[in-house]
Structures are given as structure tokens and as C-alpha cells.
T-cell receptor, first 111, second 113 residues
Framework: NAGVTQTPKFRVLKTGQSMTLLCAQD?????MYWYRQDPGMGLRLIHY???????AKGEVPDGYNVSRLKKQNFLLGLESAAPSQTSVYFC??????????FGPGTRLTVT | GDSVTQMEGPVTLSEEAFLTINCTYT??????LFWYVQYPGEGLQLLLK?????DKGSNKGFEATYRKETTSFHLEKGSVQVSDSAVYFC????????????FGTGTRLLVSP
């Protein structure tokens, strides 16, 4: 049972480039989330999804887009990367209002 | 809005010492409270939780009691081990339609032999 997986694990982008982060879960969870973790700021919610085909904005959505075309996958896109998006990105999933399960993270550097 | 405040780290202890990491919260209503742990290079894992006032969550020798009167959820362990070295996050959920978590800034614990 893989739980929550994220690809890639590391990525370096130049300003203005685009990329997509993939999150996959095999627990049949309805809810999925994308967070960013920055030093001294804990985790902040970027976007979330309460089911296949649905997405909603979290606390810091600007500069990001998401899609949930399949229940098991939640994609986070950066259309035009900026240095301020240098961060560690975590995906999580949950079964309703129960415990959230986190992936191992993606470390993104934008130069 | 809801918020969580944790003590700043790092907290440096010797093996077998007593651990306390303070956490206080501000929330409307009656949130659920959580402690998550992040080991180096890994994602967050739920350590323990409490869903109502006076509940005590416990796991792996760690415990925390939901104190509504002091809006606190301090993490304690009687005897820490080197393997407990990690970053600990306090979080709350406002128990609305889905489990939106609000995290504290995290406290790094370093335990030396």
C-alpha cells in the first residue's frame, strides 16, 4: 500500500517556466489537498478538492492551478514560476473529515 | 480567523529528559486539535489528536490534553529518545464541512545521546 505519492521529488525551474506536480493516492480518499511549507510559516493550504472534478481555493492560491480529473490524482500546476514559489510542496488526502495522510513532499527551487 | 501558536525552537534535550512543547490556539467554536510529526526528509504523520475539551490524545509515549479554559494543547513526553528528533506541528480543524487544518509554525526537537 503506497499511500500518498508525489512526483517529482526535486525540481529546479527558471523564472517563467511552467511545471506540474503530481499527487496520487491509493486509499480511495475523497478529499485531497496541496500545501506549501516555508521556513517559519508552517504549512499553508494552496488548493483542495472534495471529490473528483471539484477544486477550491485555499489560503494561498495565487499563481497555482489544480485539477482533479481522476479520484486518485490531484495535479498542481505552476504556469509561470516565480522565485517566491520556491518551497516544499506537500500533498495530502483524507477520508471525509478524518486524519490527513501526507506525501513525502516535492522540493521546488525557482531561480 | 483561526490560528495556532507554538513555542519557537529548536528545543535541545539530552536522551531521557522530559519534553514539553507548548501550543495555544485561537478558534471560534469547538475545534479538533492535532499534533503532527515530520522526520527529516519525510512528510507529516499524525502523532495524536483530541476532538473535545478534556480529551487526552496519546501515542508512542507522547500525550497532550485539550484544555479549553486555557486554549492549549501542550505536547509532553516523559523520556525522549534520539529517534524523537523531528519537527513537531500543532494544528487545529474547525470541524466544518471538511477537515481544513490550520498549522502552527512547527518546533524542531533535537535529542542528543
Amino acid at each position: 500500500n503506497a499511500g500518498v505519492t508525489q512526483t517529482p521529488k526535486f525540481r529546479v525551474l527558471k523564472t517563467g517556466q511552467s511545471m506540474t506536480l503530481l499527487c496520487a493516492q491509493d486509499m480511495n480518499h475523497e478529499y485531497m489537498y496541496w500545501y506549501r511549507q516555508d521556513p517559519g510559516m508552517g504549512l499553508r493550504l494552496i488548493h483542495y478538492s472534495v471529490g473528483e472534478g471539484t477544486t477550491a481555493k485555499g489560503e494561498v492560491p495565487d499563481g497555482y492551478n489544480v485539477s482533479r480529473l481522476k479520484k486518485q490524482n490531484f495535479l498542481l500546476g505552476l504556469e509561470s514560476a516565480a522565485p517566491s514559489q520556491t518551497s516544499v510542496y506537500f500533498c495530502a488526502s483524507s477520508l471525509g473529515t478524518r486524519e490527513q495522510y501526507f506525501g513525502p513532499g516535492t522540493r521546488l527551487t525557482v531561480t | 480567523g483561526d490560528s495556532v501558536t507554538q513555542m519557537e525552537g529548536p528545543v535541545t534535550l539530552s536522551e531521557e529528559a522530559f519534553l514539553t512543547i507548548n501550543c495555544t490556539y485561537t478558534a471560534t467554536g469547538y475545534p479538533s486539535l492535532f499534533w503532527y510529526v515530520q522526520y527529516p526528509g519525510e512528510g507529516l504523520q499524525l502523532l495524536l489528536k483530541a476532538t473535545k475539551a478534556d480529551d487526552k490524545g496519546s501515542n508512542k509515549g507522547f500525550e497532550a490534553t485539550y484544555r479549553k479554559e486555557t486554549t492549549s494543547f501542550h505536547l509532553e513526553k516523559g523520556s525522549v529518545q534520539v529517534s524523537d528528533s523531528a519537527v513537531y506541528f500543532c494544528a487545529l480543524s474547525d470541524n466544518t464541512g471538511f477537515q481544513k487544518l490550520v498549522f502552527g509554525t512547527g518546533t524542531r526537537l533535537l535529542v542528543s545521546p
